[in-house]
T-cell receptor, first 109, second 115 residues
Framework: GQNIDQPTEMTATEGAIVQINCTYQ??????LFWYQQHAGEAPTFLSY????GLEEKGRFSSFLSRSKGYSYLLLKELQMKDSASYLC??????????FGSGTRLQVQP | DTGVSQDPRHKITKRGQNVTFRCDPI?????LYWYRQTLGQGPEFLTY????????KSRLLSDRFSAERPKGSFSTLEIQRTEQGDSAMYLC?????????????FGSGTRLTVV
């Protein structure tokens, strides 16, 4: 079966750094994606990891360890507009995405 | 390129009625996916097409659900004899092989409310 776990909710302060963890156990692995989703809107692509290590893109970074089935999304210099749900998703052998339940991040002033 | 378009944005229907949603993918994307998302959950895979061929269907897709993608362009998702448990956001996404790892592009979804 497929199992992707991430925390349900997190709170952080504007200007701070927050790390959202994701662990996965899936049948097949072709890459791990992070998406941002504001309430009532479509998920939007943030990052993609297929090899172990850190991928950095502006204020957002994502890390992957395939041997541990673990990833994290790091958000720096938090802004109020970063309040959203963050979805961890694994592309499995069938070339479709399996999502975790999402982490709702609340950024406070 | 206007991204992935879904129509309608919102649909309210009475239990037992049939509904149909439409998705227009990005034109050069040959793969199209349908997902369902309920409040507080991540999207759940329903089905996907490569060109006009429906390659996989989730066990979530009961026999009341049918999806088509004639000519490998737009797709429709029909739900027959709707039930209150069908209330959800229905998301469409598209992608293409050899993509540059920018993943799947999602539409804004159709929010279905069954009353």
């Amino acid at each position: 079966g497929q199992n992707i776990d991430q925390p349900t909710e997190m709170t952080a302060t504007e200007g701070a750094i927050v790390q959202i963890n994701c662990t996965y156990q899936t049948s097949g692995f072709n890459g791990l994606f992070w998406y941002q989703q504001h309430a009532g809107e479509a998920p939007t692509f943030l990052s993609y990891n297929v090899l172990d290590g850190l991928e950095e893109k502006g204020r957002f970074s994502s890390f992957l360890s395939r041997s541990k089935g673990y990833s994290y999304l790091l958000l720096k210099e938090l802004q109020m507009k970063d309040s959203a749900s963050y979805l961890c998703a694994v592309e499995t052998g069938r070339r479709a995405l399996t999502f975790g339940s999402g982490t709702r991040l609340q950024v406070q002033p | 390129d206007t991204g992935v378009s879904q129509d309608p944005r919102h649909k309210i229907t009475k239990r037992g009625q049939n509904v149909t949603f439409r998705c227009d993918p990005i034109s050069e994307h040959n793969r199209l996916y349908w997902y369902r998302q309920t409040l507080g959950q991540g999207p759940e895979f329903l089905t996907y097409f490569q060109n006009e061929a429906q390659l996989e269907k989730s066990r979530l897709l009961s026999d009341r659900f049918s999806a088509e993608r004639p000519k490998g362009s737009f797709s429709t998702l029909e739900i027959q004899r709707t039930e209150q448990g069908d209330s959800a956001m229905y998301l469409c996404a598209s992608s293409r092989p050899g993509r540059n790892n920018y993943g799947y592009t999602f539409g804004s979804g159709t929010r279905l409310t069954v009353v």
